[in-house]
Antibody, heavy 119, light 107 residues
């Protein structure tokens, strides 16, 4: 069965960095685009970034552009989110979510990992 | 960015009631509209995609209609396990955007 498992969350001070991972299984990883979506009480569900199946195309929300970098290692079936210059407003649960098809829904989601940015 | 507006923000209904949630897009998104259910402490779960297609394994009491800018999610007969928050999402354009959610409570 399809599984997405995030890891790497934790408590980090403002201005510091953190890298999240998303380990995928149960499907042909290199055939699908994968998204990062975050959720906080203040902002609800907020799309963060997407990376194409081959890793060549990446798009970011304006709120994280130039601070976050999405990447993937198709040989390891793993997605990454490098988060730099973290701010208090980046505090959220971060989910990775598989895209079913181009412009299609996110049909499978991980369980989420909590990132808390606080001094 | 496309703004997604859901209404109501919350509702309370009895078991067996018909429940309707609406979602409006700030511009036309054709049928690129998806509905998710999120239970407390869990990830969102896909219910409906492409405005009206039922995701595999989702009970048939859930249905979706609409196109362009106006969409509806209907639960034909509310069940206790439907206690959750429901979100719409447009996947027509990047950035994908979500509605603010509708919290469904059981009377």
């Amino acid at each position: 069965q399809v599984q997405l498992v995030e890891s790497g969350g934790g408590v980090v001070q403002p201005g510091r960095s953190l890298r999240l991972s998303c380990a995928a299984s149960g499907f042909t990883f290199n055939n699908y685009a994968i998204h990062w979506v975050r959720q906080s009480p203040a902002k609800g569900l907020e799309w963060v970034a997407v990376i194409s199946s081959d890793g060549n195309n990446k798009y970011y929300a304006d709120s994280v552009k130039d601070r976050f970098t999405v990447s993937r290692d198709n040989s390891k079936n793993t997605l990454y989110l490098q988060m730099n210059s973290l701010r208090a407003e980046d505090t959220a649960v971060y989910y990775c979510a598989k895209e079913s098809m181009r412009r299609g829904p996110n049909d499978y989601w991980g369980q989420g990992t909590l990132v808390t940015v606080s001094s | 960015d496309i703004q997604m507006t859901q209404s109501p923000s919350s509702l309370s209904a009895s078991v067996g009631d018909r429940v309707t949630i609406t979602c409006r897009a700030s511009q036309s998104i054709s049928s690129y509209l998806n509905w998710y259910q999120q239970k407390p402490g869990k990830a969102p779960k896909l219910l409906i995609y492409a405005a009206s297609s039922l995701q595999s394994g989702v009970p048939s009491r859930f249905s979706g209609t609409g196109s362009g800018t106006d969409f509806t999610l209907t639960i034909s007969s509310l069940q206790p396990e439907d206690l959750a928050t429901y979100y719409c999402q447009q996947s027509s354009l990047t950035p994908r955007t979500f509605g603010q959610g509708t919290k469904v409570e059981i009377k």
